[in-house]
């Protein structure tokens, strides 16, 4: 299924852009560049302002009326259709030479409830009982389980891992540029939450340093870390 975004999205983060361009005393589209989730939808890290592409989409982007819709037409451009994953709405990655899984959750649930409602939350765990059982398997080395999200602030998707796993997680506040940020302003359907980003952009008015910027968000970056063993035992209850 294709990655579901709108304008109203891409408009949200090139004005909050401004902002951190008037703290940081930098360019607009350096702002654009390096602390929103833009770039990513058709350039690989590192970032950079002579890039071909970027500057195809800076000079556009320069000439447009609207801004958001151009920014959704040139990304637009670049969306293919996501894999399945075997294991629903997650995902995982191993890190090898730390011996570490990285979680990452995709809503792929067709259906109208929410996927972290009460309703979803045993196919939500029979996904991840599913993805664990594999990892056991075929990374025999792992030891650790890391995830990084907005969503680790919601009760709703901390109740289907252990309870370690959610005990003081690291806040990350220079991450800007994925949707581990910039996610919880999306709905199901691509648009966004009106209201928090009404929060977010009425905040940064007012706001002189970059601390106080990212303060303005609705929720912090989470990044939570154990042992894999209590993964394992977790799931283990459930199977």
């Given at each position: 299924?294709?990655?579901l975004?709108?304008?109203a999205?891409?408009d ?8 951190v361009?008037?703290?940081r005393?930098?360019s607009?589209e350096d ?11 058709f ?9 071909p ?9 320069i000439?447009a009326?609207?801004?958001?819709e151009?920014?959704y ?9 996501s894999d399945s ?5 997650f ?5 090898e030479?730390?011996q570490?899984i990285?979680i ?9 409830v929410?996927p972290?409602s009460?309703?979803r ?9 599913t993805?664990f ?7 025999p080395a792992?030891q ?12 709703a998707?901390?109740?289907l891992?252990?309870?370690?796993y959610?005990k003081?997680?690291?806040v990350i ?19 966004v ?10 905040c940064?008015?007012?706001k002189?340093?970059m601390?106080e910027?990212?303060e303005?968000?609705?929720?912090p970056?989470?990044?939570?870390e154990?042992?894999?063993?209590a ?6 209850r459930?199977?």
């Open positions: 299924m294709p990655t975004y709108s304008p999205f891409f949200l983060q090139l004005r909050f852009a401004q902002h361009a008037r703290v005393g930098v607009v702002a654009v560049l390096h602390t929103t989730n833009i770039p990513l939808h350039l690989r890290r590192p970032f950079q302002l002579d890039h592409l970027w500057q195809e989409y800076w000079e556009g982007l000439q009326k609207d801004g958001g151009w920014t037409r040139f990304c637009e451009r670049f969306w293919g259709y994953s075997p294991y629903g709405c995902r995982y990655d191993y890190r030479d730390e570490l990285r990452h959750f995709l809503n792929d649930d067709p259906l109208d929410g972290l009460k309703a939350m045993q196919k939500r765990i029979e996904e991840l009982t993805m059982t594999d990892i056991k398997r075929l990374h792992a650790k389980v890391k995830g990084r999200s907005w969503l680790y602030n919601l009760e998707y901390r109740r891992f252990p309870a370690e959610g003081n997680p690291k506040e220079d991450d800007l540029c994925g949707l581990v940020l910039w996610g919880q302003f999306l709905q199901r359907d691509g648009q939450h009106d209201e928090l980003v009404t929060t977010l952009l009425d940064s008015r007012e002189q340093a601390k910027l990212m303005c968000f609705p929720y970056v989470l990044e939570p154990c042992s894999l063993d993964f394992y035992l977790f799931y283990n459930w199977s």
